[in-house]
């Protein structure tokens, strides 16, 4: 064993007082091997090892075992007491494409249009967003920034969290198209604008076209994936070549049960499996979901439930009933700064039902699999990102929740964010002690 | 009515005489004195009287005399009734017959230039919607058309409202003749009408339904001062004045509104008769309680489509039940003993009125009871009842005959007389021709002719036996006495014989006439009966007796068919969080009796208490909401005006709502409904304990000093309600400042105006002061009997009011929201105000852009008292998560962080001597928890309120099987009416609507709740 210790400044508030967000930066690439010692690692596979040591090199994990044995001269951060994981991935959100919501000026995540499978997510992705710092601060180190809106949304990249532009960071790009899956189902009333009901004849009518509609744009993409050099160059078409060849996830926004029978029969009649976002009613045909092997990612659990009849913990139960179907299952946090509550959106689960470590599962290695970056992350095991998170207890729940150090890709992430340097400055005009 | 009767619908008017006296008449004369004899019928005088084989004697359009052992004088038309029945006609007592129809409702939405007052021409009210003078006499015309639709249903006088606006003016009431307005009007003031929705007026206040009960008081008030003034005149003030002595009709849409009427109706002496929605039986005990008389509609729901299993899950289990309830609610009245009135108002259609009387009378309607509620009452609720009503002497000839008694099935409604003119709806004495005729076409032969069917829909058979026997099927149809049928016979002769003739004789039938054969050739025929015909025996089955699933309180799913009691509980071995200076104590027992904390420590004796094993446990205090808007009815915001003290969340708090039933099972037992923040001084709150399954009024917590809602910042400038709105001020926060000075100016004027005419001697010669209740409120607030919690995010604002209030001399008892508290920390400190905030929210709009988690931390350690609040339905269900955020950032410890939820918002709103801590003596608001309360593993197992257990975790599976079960038995009881023959409807999908600050109301008229 070794003497000497690295030390890690991952969060100082003596040396922030005087910094602005301005000055959070990216952190340098890895350059010696470094030891996680003494801490109890939540693999996110399922296992958990105590008192273990993970040790990363190059930005790759090339140890994960119990005890604390470290080779020589290693850099090491001791997590005696403490909860390793690796970092969270929050699928499906705006985070980095919209910062104040009220201001049409900042938001980025909806393009104008029905039919978007250009326009891509990651060019818009602001890395310099005053809110991503306080989602990472939470464990939160992977992100997929997501168009909205339309009938096809646009594509979608994975960003990790720490980068000076788009460019570094990108994960995996353009690795998804979305969907917003017509719906069948009809409000009781136009209620808005004093709009009249359609009959059940006419929005049946309506529902057909619009699938007959996707129908047809389906084929003629489709056709067009199959030519090598077709006459003339389509953007959209092209866009969703990748959906065709297995190199891009088709994202179904979907919440009525008759509708997700529907758009998974139609997606598989293209080939595609798609992963539906959303699905409200999934609970209902899981049946259905496990013979059609769709994975999901679910509305965040800390939601009320659709009808007043429901279980009153219905979405904090669905978790647990789709596990038990045998679904592959991530969860999802709604909107962009809210992504720093992603943690304990699991955490519920964990409470209503599903184990800690499955619930773990459901924001790192299921997410990764549905995303289909689990070659890269998701899990702590050796040949995989170094992207780690260390918490002083346990992550998953607000109470306990707190990071005090984070590496992506054996960066040692700066966790300082533009709310800690605020209560930094206030503290001190109370002479308060910010801990 | 059914169409297989003989239904001669033409309209057969006996004009008898001209008695306008005034109108001049081109050509002759043409008086009649209208003199018939009914005789030998059952009379029914009144629900309560009848006359067997009596006689009714009418003349000029009156009664002359009814009984037995009349002797009938010369010059009548004696009409013999023998078997059959005769009725006073029916009233329904809201009606819009006679009026145009009515106008769309306006509604404003936020594409729209906003109308601060009246746009009416004339010297009538600032607001549109108050509209006394609109009187249904002096723009009643007849509908001849409507008149006869309501006829046929058995109705012969009709009081009619316009159904516009919240101050309607007067009804009329008229009966159902055709010759003139000035004939029918038998009161033109029947009543003065009111209801809470502004209809066509197109201000835009109210724009909730709190607005539209403050606009009613107001004008209460301003015509109680209007008589004693000389500064202007006013058309409707003046009206309104004149029409408090009729009668007073509140038109309301469910029963938590009947209740809200008769509020403003105790407040200001008025008893209303309360035209309802049809749902008073989900509270009948409240109904009667109200000591007003009802007229209530039959427009029960139809069956809904639930063959599709997906499909039936949009349909609520409320809806179930109350499709299946709705028919026992005239019944309900009746039992409890409620004076009502049955309408045909909300019915779909006219026809559905019959089939849902005789519906609500196989639930348990009496027909004595129905009879009364269609004639005597209304006549009495109207001031018609010397008119109508009954059948004696004097009154107007407005009855009905009838086949057989009234409720009965398939009695035939045959003629309706108005004021002794005669409409038939059916024609009586018509001949059943069915049976078995010889029939003899000369040149063809002898044939059996059977007629069959049922009268008025006769089918034809026709046989012939022997060699060329036949056995055909033809056509036979009949216009009074003549009849005409054709058939084929296929051999000897072939082709189609047509045949028209008449009846000839009687007794027996016989009929004659002429033949076409099909060769083209002429010849005659006759038919008589031989046999008549047999009406095979009908058995008659057993009616089934109808199975009913239970009232639950409230209506929605999670009701309790019984209200859970108060219980004499030990918890035994919890961690008890005291909130007290004891702090959190290990292995300690709580006993709750009477609804207080009766004793907290360890090995209590249990006595007769029910013990709960609490080891590994934690038992709380209940979380108090500082900041809520559930529960509310139809609107949280009057956004229409920049100051509007005077609406009121105590008006229109809502104990249907599902909210309340998942925040129990959040461990919320207190929840402050505060109005929305549109304007900088918004309205009254209300603080509820979560009491599932009680009143609005028995939900408001006791003994509760007021306070008020103000607002600050981008909501109140209307920053993010689009190009439109940029007219009402203030749109700047310079503006916002100027609001709040003059306003308090003008509360401060108000109240030196009432003291100096308070404290005259004298005070001959003085008028009072107009009674205003929006500076009432701002004089409550200078007063410090109302405090306010003003929603608010950047500092700049917070001092600004800060400001304000020192100049203006008021104090502000919360900041709530105020993101940027920690920022003012030490302003708030030295004036004692509170903060109420977000653990953790922010980037959604502008103003909270310096927003952090840590806020609640530094104001805490500052030295504010801080609470934690949701201004949101999903997260006040896990307030006490919200509350660990504030042990994560910031580290504040887990005592003072669960204090964020309980103790502290209880001081903020002056209830600590009530709630907010365990100690002996409180009240017993409680929640157990499976965990420590503040992390994300703790779940609710029990939540107490009072003492009683309104949350059970395991009580509440329970209640899911039973709902499931009872949702199982309504779905069959609908596809098995469908498969009888009802009518059914979609099942309609709606998102249920959730409140928060900046909810406001697109059309609270539109809204069932």
Known sequence: MRKFIYQFIALSFATTATFAQATISPAKPQSGTIAIVGGTIHVGNGQVIQNGTVIFSKGKIISVKEGNAVPQDIAIVHAEGKQIYPGFIAPNNALGLVEVQSVRATRDAQETGTINPHVRSLIAYNTESRIIPTVRSNGTLLSQPTPEGGLVSGTSSIVQLDAWNWEDAAYKKDMAVHFNWPTSKQPAEGRRFGGATLTEEQQKERYQKQLTELNNYFAEAKAYASTEKPNTFNARFDAMKGLFNGTKKAMVNVNNQKDIIVAVKFFESFGITPVLVGAEDAVEITGFLKDHNVPIIMYESQSLPANDDDDVYLPYKNAKILHDAGLLIAMSADGYWQQRNLPFMAGVSAAYGLTKEEALATITSNTAKILGIDNMTGTLEVGKDANIIISEGDALDMMTNNITTAFIQGRSIDLNNVQKQLYKKYAEKYGIKAD | ?1009
Not at chain 2, 343 to 364: H, P, Q
Request: glycine share 8%; net charge neutral.
């Open chain 2, 1 to 1009: 009515m059914k169409k297989t009767l003989l239904l001669i619908f033409t309209l057969f008017t006996f004009f008898i005489a001209n008695a306008q006296e005034t109108y001049p008449v081109n050509g002759s004369f043409d008086i009649r004195s209208g003199q018939f004899a009914f005789t030998n019928a059952n009379i029914v005088v009144s629900a309560n009287q009848m006359i067997k084989a009596g006689t009714l004697i009418i003349k000029d359009k009156k009664i002359e005399s009814v009984g037995t052992g009349i002797a009938i004088p010369k010059g009548y038309v004696v009409i013999d009734l023998k078997g059959k029945y005769i009725y006073p006609s029916l009233i329904d007592a809201f009606s819009s017959y006679g009026l145009p129809d009515a106008p769309r409702q306006s509604f404003s939405f936020r594409g729209s230039q906003p109308v601060f007052t009246s746009t009416k021409d004339g010297a009538y009210a600032w607001n549109e919607a108050i509209r006394p003078e609109m009187k249904v006499n002096t723009i009643f015309n007849i509908d001849a058309k409507k008149s006869e639709e309501l006829k046929k249903n058995g109705f012969g006088t009709v009081n009619s409202i316009i159904k516009d606006g919240i101050a309607r003016g007067t009804s009329s009431a008229v009966t159902l003749g055709t010759e003139s307005a000035n004939e029918v009007m038998i009161n033109p003031s029947t009543a003065a009408n009111y209801s809470f929705n502004k209809g066509t007026a197109k201000t835009d206040y109210p724009q909730s339904l709190m607005g539209a009960i403050a606009l009613l008081r107001q004008t209460y008030l301003d015509a109680s001062w209007y008589k004693n003034q000389n500064k202007e005149y006013n058309i409707s003030l003046d009206e309104f004045n004149k029409q408090q002595s009729l009668p007073q009709i509140f038109e309301v849409s469910n029963w938590e509104d009947v209740l809200r009427a008769d509020k403003v109706g105790d407040e200001f002496g008025k008893q209303y008769i309360f035209k309802s929605g049809g749902d008073e039986y989900q509270r009948i005990a409240a109904m009667k309680g109200t000591g007003g008389k009802f007229i209530i509609p039959l427009n029960f729901p139809k069956a809904y489509d639930v063959e599709d299993p997906a499909d039936a899950k949009s349909v609520t289990y409320a809806q179930m039940k109350n499709w299946e309830l709705a028919p026992t609610n005239p019944a309900a009245l009746e039992k409890a003993g409620i004076e009502f009135a049955i309408t045909t108002a909300d019915l779909e259609s006219s026809k559905d009125f019959w089939t849902n009387l005789r519906t609500a009378i196989d639930n348990g309607l009496s027909e004595q009871q129905a009879l009364k509620s269609l004639t005597e009452i209304p006549a009495k609720m109207l001031g018609i009842d010397a008119e109508v009503g009954t059948l004696s002497k004097g009154k107007d000839a407005n009855f009905l005959i009838t086949s057989d008694s009234l409720f009965k099935k398939g009695n035939i409604i045959f003629e309706n007389w108005v004021q002794g003119s005669r409409f038939i709806v059916s024609q009586m004495n018509v001949k059943d021709l069915r049976g078995d005729y010889s029939l003899i076409i000369a040149g063809v032969g002898n044939l059996t002719m059977k007629v069959g069917g049922s009268v008025g829909a006769y089918d034809l058979n026709l046989e012939r036996t022997g060699t060329d026997s036949v056995k055909v099927k033809g056509t036979l149809s009949r216009n009074g006495d003549l009849v005409s049928m054709f058939f084929d016979l296929k051999k000897n002769p072939k082709g189609d014989i047509r045949l028209t003739g008449y009846l000839d004789k009687s007794e027996p039938i016989t009929f004659k006439g002429e033949a076409a054969l099909a060769d083209g050739s002429n010849t005659n025929w006759s038919a008589s009966l031989v046999a008549p015909f047999k009406e095979k025996a009908k058995k008659e089955e057993p009616k089934a007796k109808i199975v009913l699933g239970s009232v639950i309180y409230p209506f929605v799913a999670y009701g309790y068919t019984e209200a859970p009691k108060q219980e004499t509980v030990l918890f035994k071995n919890a961690t008890v969080w005291t909130n007290e200076k004891d702090g959190i104590l290990q292995n300690t027992d709580v006993l709750i009796e009477n609804g207080k904390i009766k004793a907290i420590g360890k090995n209590l004796a249990a006595g007769s208490a029910k013990v709960i094993d609490a080891t590994g446990k934690h038992l709380t205090p209940g979380i108090i909401d500082e900041h809520s808007h559930i529960a509310i009815s139809r609107g949280v915001n009057e956004g229409t005006q920049a100051v509007t003290a005077e609406v009121r969340i105590g008006d229109v708090v809502d104990g249907e709502d599902i909210n309340i039933y998942r925040q129990l099972a959040g461990g919320v037992t207190t929840s402050h409904l505060l109005h929305g923040s549109a304007n900088p001084i918004g309205g009254q709150t209300q603080l509820v304990k979560l009491r599932w399954g009680q009143t609005p009024e028995q939900m408001k917590f006791a003994g509760w000093e007021g306070f008020i809602k103000f607002a600050l910042g981008e909501n109140v400038k209307q920053s993010n309600w689009g190009d439109f709105n940029t007219i009402r001020f203030p749109q700047t926060r310079m503006g916002v400042e100027q609001v709040y000075v003059d306003a308090f100016t003008r509360a401060k004027e108000y109240k030196a105006q009432w003291e100096t005419y308070n404290s005259a001697k004298n005070k001959s010669g003085l008028t009072a002061p107009r009674k205003d209740l929006e500076l009432d409120a701002l004089v409550e607030i200078l007063n410090d009997t109302r405090h306010i919690t003003c929603h608010s995010y950047v500092q700049s604002e917070i001092n600004m009011l800060i400001h304000v209030a020192d100049s203006m001399g008021f104090k502000i008892n919360t900041f709530t929201h105020i993101l940027e508290g920690y920022k003012v920390a030490d302003k708030m400190v030295a004036r004692g105000i509170a903060g109420s905030t977000f653990a953790d929210w922010w980037a959604y709009k502008m103003e909270v852009w310096d927003a952090i988690p840590y806020n609640g931390k530094i104001m805490h350690d500052a030295g504010v008292l801080v609470a934690f609040n949701s201004d949101d339905a999903e997260m006040a269900r896990r307030l006490n998560q919200e509350a660990g955020k504030a042990v994560k950032y910031g580290n504040v410890s887990k005592e003072e962080a669960f204090k964020f939820v309980t103790l502290n918002p209880a001081k903020m709103l002056h209830i600590d001597n009530k709630v907010g801590s365990l100690k002996v003596g409180k009240d017993a608001d409680l929640v157990l928890w499976s965990d420590e309360p503040l992390s994300v593993y703790a779940r609710a197992e029990e939540t107490y309120v009072d003492g009683i257990k309104y949350w059970d975790i395991d009580k509440d599976a329970d209640q899911q099987k039973t709902i499931k079960s009872e949702e199982a038995r309504l779905i069959q009881k609908m596809l098995d009416s469908k498969n009888g023959g009802s009518k059914t409807q979609r099942p309609s999908f709606t998102k249920p609507s959730l409140n928060t600050c900046d909810t406001i109301e697109e059309n609270y008229q539109t809204q069932t709740n």
